[in-house]
């Protein structure tokens, strides 16, 4: 009898267990646009998702994006950007169009939307007038979708209004172009400041646990302990 019960008790643990990492956020990578702009849909078991910085420059990408999310049955639920230079804002108008969703940034990127198509045909690219966002978003905030929460960090000094978000279940930061595997964002940019941006990562995004796993706005994730070693920005 008792060897039957602790059976059960295990059985029960390990099905709890089993549960618990379906119901953690996940997250799927687009790497778009001439400059390899990393677009990210953020999901979990409930089948609601969010878009982050949609990036991408034409049908054929928009079409990667559309099949990833008809594909697995997600329903987008919020659109935000983690902040607004104009290679992770090109597909915005598209996405509020197909998906009915207001756009949210934090208010201080908002000059870097007027002046997105100016600065995409700088590249050579074209980018159609964007309506600045619907809805603001601040440090105090939160974006919650199905089961998960994320949390904010205002982190200024690549754009003014820079925004991480972190998801703590999951142990993943969506860093934007804070900060990079062995690098930080420019801080030549309108805006930008280099002192501004170095404290606020070292103040709030350093801090977290080792093993949060980082997700840049463009190249390959890191994780917090190795930018804490490796990154000579940051030592």
């Not at 230079?85 to 756009?103: I, S, T």
């Amino acid at each position: 009898m008792k060897s039957n019960m602790a059976c059960l008790v295990l059985c029960l643990c390990l099905k709890e267990r089993a549960n618990l990492k379906n119901r953690k956020m996940k997250i799927k990578i687009f790497p778009f646009n001439p400059l390899q702009e990393n677009t990210f849909v953020l999901y979990d078991e409930t089948g609601e998702c969010v878009i982050v910085d949609p990036g991408f420059i034409n049908d054929d990408e928009f079409k990667q994006l559309e099949s990833f999310i008809t594909g697995n049955s997600l329903k987008p639920v919020r659109l935000i950007n983690t902040h607004c230079h104009f290679d992770h804002v090109f597909g915005v108008n598209q996405c509020r169009e197909k998906y009915a969703l207001q756009w949210e940034a934090h208010h201080d990127d908002a000059f870097l939307v007027e002046t997105a198509p100016s600065q995409g045909a700088m590249f050579g690219m074209n980018i159609a007038p964007i309506e600045p966002p619907e809805k603001n978003l601040k440090e105090a905030d939160t974006v919650q979708f199905g089961n998960t929460t994320l949390q904010l960090f205002h982190v200024p000094g690549h754009s003014p209004g820079s925004l991480c978000f972190y998801d703590a279940g999951s142990g993943s930061l969506i860093a934007g172009d804070v900060m990079f595997r062995g690098g930080i964002g420019r801080t030549d940019l309108p805006g930008g400041d280099y002192n501004t941006l170095i404290s606020g990562i070292k103040q709030k995004l350093l801090v977290l646990p080792e093993e949060v796993v980082v997700y840049p706005g463009h190249g390959p994730t890191t994780t917090i302990a190795e930018e804490k070693i490796n990154n000579p920005f940051l030592q």
